[in-house]
């Protein structure tokens, strides 16, 4: 059985939206004020609402200026209105977007108008959702929807898009079809004894096997990249007081995010700044100088400091040959942790000797005064966050969809491993399509809807 692209699917010609719930309302655009805004509803009985509203509703997606009327036939505003019919719009019910004026007291007024006609309002991601429930989107593609809207630079964006227009969807499906063409092979073995199958067709069936777990290899690996274009990765800057972390903080982020003097505890709290080095967000936070201190306020700070530390996905433990204080040891820091030892203000000791590496170790010397080094230190926290440069064709993936790929992927090895009893084989294959299923919302929890969907904006 192939897999269709969109699993829930229906065909075009239908008529009716498969599951129009009731009526929702949402402002689709921003807060604040703008050229336009819009008012999006859908679900049963946006004719209704829609004839309410506008005297007469407009032809199917033709884009129509209208009179938005108040319920005593008072003009909130003239508008574009178009209506999208079932099920050929968003969400595969009907559809009505008002087109009004920016305005907040516009916006409100036609929501709460709509509302008076028969709508509620849509929870977060209600919109989406129904567009997954009716089968027009699958779970991948509904994820990517907030994804481009949160993305934080081109690339990600890109990727994001990508994962919408069913990319990534794509590849899992054919991956799909692979695993359930070998199990077919595998079944059709089950019911002889091993010394009659033709070794050719043992052979065959290897070769599957072997592109199989290959194919998964692959996927989990652009989707491993695609995670960390989504994710980034949480870099602390840490050392002792004065060394220029602060600096360094400033230099990476191209502006004065954080205080810098030539006073040793001038950082308290936490700095932070998101950078993108070739897209990839990295989150700094600059710390204070660890040292003791009487100082209640810069104790606390120091141990905020090492909180953070504690957290962090990487660091950065900054020293300089002009300025007191041990360089700080790694023992703090979660295991695994990438650390590099950053020597900064090497401008003020040209040919300064390099302390000794220690097997391992990071070194990296820079000021951040001048600028030197700073281009090895981004590809440093590049290569930390697990960034490789690549061609095109990143999507973007969530740690969701990597562990459902690193589920199928051990199912696979598992088949592998019973490659002498064709049921158990059948059965890791079975459950390896179980885990693909996962990603694209066939095999989905409510729970897990649920999780996915409230973390969307409202009016998506
Ligand atoms: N010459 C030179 N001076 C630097 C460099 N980096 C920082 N400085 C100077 O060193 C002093 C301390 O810099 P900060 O960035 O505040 O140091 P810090 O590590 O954040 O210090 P605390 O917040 O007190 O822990 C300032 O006077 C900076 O101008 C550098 O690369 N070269
Ligand atoms: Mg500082």
């Known amino acids: 059985m192939a897999h269709q692209p969109f699993p829930r699917g229906r065909s075009e010609g239908e008529s009716q939206a498969l599951s129009a719930g009731e009526p929702i309302a949402a402002i689709a655009t921003p807060a604040g004020r703008g050229?336009?805004?819009?008012?999006?509803?859908?679900?049963?009985?946006?004719?209704?609402?829609?004839?309410?509203?506008?005297?007469?509703?407009?032809?199917?997606?033709?884009?129509?200026?209208?009179?938005?009327?108040a319920a005593r036939g008072e003009l909130i505003d003239r508008g574009l209105a178009i209506f999208f019919p079932?099920?050929?719009?968003?969400?595969?019910?009907?559809?009505?977007?008002?087109?009004?004026?920016?305005?907040?007291?516009?916006?409100?007024?036609?929501?709460?108008?709509?509302?008076?006609?028969?709508?509620?309002?849509?929870?977060?991601?209600?919109?989406?959702?129904?567009?997954?429930?009716?089968?027009?989107?699958?779970?991948?593609?509904?994820?990517?929807?907030?994804?481009?809207?949160?993305?934080?630079?081109?690339?990600a964006a890109r990727s994001a898009a990508r994962s919408l227009a069913g990319e990534f969807s794509r590849r899992v499906h054919a991956i799909v079809a692979a695993m359930t063409d070998l199990r077919m092979h595998v079944?059709?073995?089950?019911?002889?004894?091993?010394?009659?199958?033709?070794?050719?067709?043992?052979?065959?069936?290897?070769?599957?096997?072997?592109?199989?777990?290959?194919?998964?290899?692959?996927?989990?690996?652009?989707?491993?990249?695609?995670?960390?274009?989504?994710?980034?990765?949480?870099?602390?800057?840490?050392?002792?007081?004065?060394?220029?972390?602060?600096?360094?903080?400033?230099?990476?982020?191209?502006?004065?995010?954080?205080?810098?003097?030539?006073?040793?505890?001038?950082?308290?709290?936490?700095?932070?700044?998101?950078?993108?080095?070739?897209?990839?967000?990295?989150?700094?936070?600059?710390?204070?100088?660890?040292?003791?201190?009487?100082?209640?306020?810069?104790?606390?700070?120091?141990?905020?400091?090492?909180?953070?530390?504690?957290?962090?996905?990487?660091?950065?433990l900054v020293e300089s040959p002009v300025d007191e204080g041990k360089p700080v040891g790694t023992h703090r820091f979660p295991a695994g942790v990438p650390c590099a030892r950053v020597v900064n203000k090497i401008d003020l000791v040209p040919g300064h000797p390099v302390p000794r590496m220690q097997p391992g170790e990071t070194e990296l010397r820079v000021s951040a005064k001048t600028g030197e080094g700073i281009a090895a230190l981004r590809a440093w926290l590049l290569d930390a966050a697990g960034w490789r440069p690549h061609g095109?064709?990143?999507?973007?993936?969530?740690?969701?969809?990597?562990?459902?790929?690193?589920?199928?992927?051990?199912?696979?090895?598992?088949?592998?491993e019973a490659s002498q009893a064709f049921d158990l084989m059948a059965e890791e294959l079975r459950l390896g399509q179980r885990a693909l299923g996962r990603i694209t919302g066939e095999v989905s929890a409510d729970d897990l809807l649920g999780a996915i969907f409230s973390r969307f904006c409202i009016g998506k």
């Open 35 to 69: 050229g336009i805004g819009v008012v999006r509803l859908s679900g049963r009985g946006v004719r209704a609402i829609g004839a309410a509203l506008l005297g007469e509703l407009p032809s199917a997606r033709v884009a129509t200026l209208r009179d938005f009327r």
């Open 187 to 316: 079944e059709a073995c089950i019911d002889f004894p091993e010394e009659e199958i033709d070794p050719t067709d043992r052979a065959a069936l290897e070769v599957k096997r072997v592109a199989l777990a290959a194919a998964l290899d692959a996927i989990l690996d652009e989707a491993r990249q695609g995670a960390v274009l989504r994710d980034g990765l949480t870099v602390v800057l840490a050392g002792a007081p004065n060394v220029g972390k602060s600096s360094l903080l400033n230099r990476l982020a191209g502006e004065e995010v954080a205080i810098v003097t030539p006073v040793p505890g001038t950082t308290r709290d936490y700095v932070r700044a998101t950078i993108a080095v070739e897209g990839v967000p990295i989150h700094l936070i600059d710390t204070a100088g660890l040292r003791d201190t009487d100082d209640p306020v810069e104790r606390i700070g120091v141990e905020r400091a090492w909180r953070a530390i504690e957290s962090a996905g990487a660091a950065l």
């Open 392 to 416: 095109e064709g990143l999507f973007m993936a969530r740690q969701r969809h990597i562990d459902a790929l690193e589920d199928a992927k051990a199912h696979v090895t598992r088949a592998a």
């Open 86 to 155: 079932a099920p050929h719009s968003y969400t595969g019910e009907d559809v009505l977007e008002l087109q009004a004026h920016g305005g907040p007291m516009v916006m409100r007024q036609v929501l709460a108008r709509c509302v008076e006609a028969g709508a509620r309002l849509a929870e977060p991601g209600e919109v989406t959702r129904r567009a997954f429930l009716n089968g027009r989107i699958d779970l991948a593609q509904a994820e990517s929807v907030a994804d481009l809207i949160d993305a934080a630079s081109e690339e």
